[in-house]
Nanobody
Framework: QVQLVESGGGLVQPGGSLRLSCAAS????????MAWYRQAPGKERELVAT???????NYGDSVKGRFTISRDNAKNSMYLQMNSLKPDDTAVYYC?????????WGQGTQVTVSS
């Protein structure tokens, strides 16, 4: 069992930055592939970024060059640095931990980009 708790969301102006955190507990964090997803009102949940346990990363096309995923296995934590934020980035951001057997989700943190 893995428990995930996101934090760091909030209201930011267009062009601004935010750093999201995902704290994990209950399992061996370093063995999981970690990911950030987001879901805007009326839209399907979409992939933002992933990082394998080996450190390989992948990003959604809409965030490439602006967002950076990272993890600190010693702290059982994952991060999402979001720069040059746009109103279209407004969504609830979710943390996900997955293995071959199962996947776990956090409760989400709201990010609102508005002037």
């Amino acid at each position: 069992q893995v428990q995930l708790v996101e934090s760091g969301g909030g209201l930011v102006q267009p062009g601004g930055s935010l750093r999201l955190s995902c704290a994990a507990s209950g399992a061996t964090f370093s063995t999981y592939t970690m990911a950030w997803y987001r879901q805007a009102p009326g839209k399907e949940r979409e992939l933002v970024a992933t990082m394998t346990r080996g450190g390989d990363t992948n990003y959604g096309d809409s965030v490439k060059g602006r967002f950076t995923i990272s993890r600190d296995n010693a702290k059982n934590s994952m991060y999402l640095q979001m720069n040059s934020l746009k109103p279209d980035d407004t969504a609830v951001y979710y943390c996900k931990a997955s293995s071959l057997a199962r996947a776990y989700w956090g409760q989400g943190t709201q990010v609102t980009v508005s002037s």
